[in-house]
Nanobody, 125 residues
């Protein structure tokens, strides 16, 4: 059974940092692309970042470029999202998701069949 479990969300002041983790199980981690998405109340879901688990290629949405960093640890089957210089507009539920890509070249607009339960990130002003 494919499982994606997010952790690391919380409440932080503007300008602060958080690191989200996405622990994956039930599939061959190296063969997948893993993405981070977020959804704020009343807004559409937004693709934040993604990574090819095997080749490490990355994508960042324009709103987070230069502030967020995605990385993967294949030994731990875990993807991280380091979020720095957080802004109130980063407040959302953050989800990780996965699709089979051969481990290469994550495409944020691709259909991701596997999703975690989400973790809340709240940035106060």
């Amino acid at each position: 059974e494919v499982q994606l479990v997010e952790s690391g969300g919380g409440l932080v002041q503007a300008g602060g940092s958080l690191r989200l983790s996405c622990a994956a199980s039930g599939f061959t981690f190296d063969d997948y692309a893993i993405g981070w998405f977020r959804q704020a109340p009343g807004k559409e879901r937004e693709g934040v970042s993604c990574i090819g688990a095997s080749d490490g290629s990355t994508y960042y949405g324009d709103s987070v470029k230069g502030r967020f960093t995605i990385s993967s640890d294949t030994a731990k089957n875990t993807v991280y999202l380091q979020m720095n210089s957080l802004k109130p507009e980063d407040t959302a539920v953050y989800y990780c998701a996965a699709y089979y890509s051969g481990g290469y070249y994550c495409v944020i607009g691709y259909e991701f069949p596997y999703w975690g339960q989400g973790t809340q990130v709240t940035v106060s002003s």
